[in-house]
């Protein structure tokens, strides 16, 4: 559980300093935007695919 924790953390922070350097993730090439008058929807697919496939090899290593 202890190693878990740590884990999570310091993905969490990865993802944070991601951010602060300003990689566009959630404005991926792939991820959809519909505008219509005053109503926007926002379909993530690219951005999801990426999460899926870093949250996969991080548990596939975190699991070793």
Do not use: C, E
Not at 19 to 24: C, E, Q, R, S
Not at 34 to 56: D, E, K, N
Request: aromatic fraction near 6%.
């Amino acid at each position: 559980m202890n190693k878990m924790l740590v884990v999570a953390g310091i993905l969490i922070a990865g993802i944070g300093v991601v951010l602060m350097l300003g990689v566009p993730l959630g404005r991926l090439p792939g991820d959809i935007v519909y505008r219509r008058g005053g109503m926007t929807v926002y379909f993530p697919i690219a951005t999801s695919v990426l999460l899926s496939i870093v949250l996969s090899l991080v548990l596939m290593f975190v699991r070793r």
